[in-house]
């Protein structure tokens, strides 16, 4: 079974440009996550897609990240413009569905790591 | 709100057992415990629910005290393979919120 795939793997931006990141889950899995890891610190999420619905983004700094899940399947998340705090690995995971009153074990691709100069 | 992990590091012989913990300042549906090794991806090793057992992964088991809001991760027997960073995730309604993670080294 194939896993969560994510790329690109590494890129390197100046402040105030954008970049996006994509993410393919495991198929069949409804739910997909994009988190946000800064160094030394536990994967924070940013949003989360119930097939293509937006399940959670309070996290989400919704004036300059944007993210979509065009046909519950793929997703694709934006920064811009971008700022030196936003330098971190961008983390993909993915899950079947959400159990009532937990989750279910979460599928992680291998990430993005950002640096903004 | 994050839960709160400790200790922060722990530096172990083969053999050796390590105990790390997990706190919610929250009522919690469920714990989740991941691993994370350098410059991968964190790698899930098992799920506490309310009301549920304890669980285990290999020689690594964990408890979910749900009075307390807490959880414990217990390595028994300490393999080389067990270095990494231990999150724990906290499920008090409908998101999961990780930790800032405990480091394990486990030395030959």
């Known amino acids: 079974e194939a896993g969560v795939a994510q790329s690109p793997r590494y890129k390197i931006i100046e402040k105030r440009q954008s970049v996006a990141f994509w993410c393919n889950p495991i198929?069949?899995?409804?739910?997909l996550y994009w988190y946000q890891q800064i160094l030394g610190q536990g994967p924070k999420l940013l949003i989360q897609f119930q097939n293509n619905g937006v399940v959670d983004d309070s996290q989400l700094p919704k004036d300059r990240f944007s993210a979509e899940r065009l046909k519950g399947v793929d997703s694709t998340l934006k920064i811009q413009p971008a700022k030196l705090e936003d330098s971190a690995v961008y983390l993909c995971a993915s899950s079947l569905d959400r159990l009532a009153g937990g989750y279910n074990e979460q599928f992680f691709g291998p990430g993005t790591r950002l640096t903004v100069l | 709100q994050q839960p709160v992990q400790s200790p922060q590091a722990v530096i172990l012989r083969e053999g050796e057992d390590a105990v790390i913990n997990c706190s919610s300042s929250k009522a919690l549906y469920s714990v989740h415990w991941y691993r994370q090794k350098h410059g991968e991806a964190p790698v899930f090793l098992m799920i506490l629910l309310k009301g549920g057992e304890q669980m285990r992964h290999e020689k690594i088991s964990a408890s979910f005290n749900e009075k307390k809001q807490q959880s414990s991760l217990y390595l028994t027997a300490s393999q080389l393979s067990y270095s990494g960073t231990y999150f724990c995730g906290t499920v008090p309604d409908y998101k999961l919120s990780f930790g800032a993670g405990t480091t394990v080294t486990v030395r030959a």
């Open positions: 198929s069949g899995h409804a739910t």
